[in-house]
């Protein structure tokens, strides 16, 4: 079974762009579904429960592309309890946050039609969410894997988003003052030695 899990992992890290869905910068959020514990995201094709505040594109296929420079946000949706890492061209960038698997239902809007809300889950710590910063020129591809899983029985709640922001850069003032003041603790220093 383990064979079969990294297998699959492998396969899915190295599917080409040509299955892939692209993230536009500041557009809207991509709602994607996981199995269970060492799954990879797959695209909901229309069948996720929906979304709110915003609404997510459900037609989606994973992995997620774009290229140049940009702040991929992903967020846990519906029951509070799972956690992704994230990987660029299948190299990891890191995990979503760490949180217990509550089975918070707190950003679930109660229909009809019942839809998990992308705001409330980004403002609740019960909910897992990462931000990645990834600056690097040339093409990305990102996909997911499921760390931790809540309800690995329940399809329905097995749910999350991923949407791609302006990069956060430094600004070349911010760079000179880091910069200025590492000279002169390195000044101090040598001076005591």
Not at 109 to 131: E, W
Request: proline share 7%.
């Amino acid at each position: 079974m383990k064979f079969l899990l990294t297998a699959a992992g492998l396969l899915a890290l190295s599917a080409g762009s040509m299955f892939a869905d692209p993230l536009t910068l500041d557009g809207p959020w991509l709602e994607f579904q996981f199995g269970g514990v060492g799954s990879f995201a797959f695209g909901c094709g229309g069948t996720c429960s929906l979304t709110t505040n915003p609404v997510a594109i459900q037609s989606t296929t994973a992995p997620f592309t774009f290229t140049g420079p940009g702040l991929v946000e992903v967020v846990d949706l519906f029951l509070a309890g799972d956690t992704f890492t994230v990987f660029d061209n299948g190299v990891g960038v890191g995990n979503t946050s760490a949180v217990a698997l509550s089975g918070s239902n707190a950003c679930i809007v109660f229909g009809p039609p019942v839809a998990g809300d992308i705001g409330c889950s980004l403002g609740n710590p019960l909910y897992s969410k990462g931000f990645f910063n990834l600056l690097g020129p040339g093409s990305h591809s990102i996909t997911i894997q499921a760390t931790q899983v809540l309800d690995p029985n329940n399809q329905t709640n097995r749910a999350a988003a991923i949407a791609l922001r302006d990069p956060i850069v430094p600004e070349p003032a911010t760079m000179v003052l880091m910069g200025g003041g590492l000279v002169l603790l390195g000044f101090k220093f040598r001076r005591k030695a």
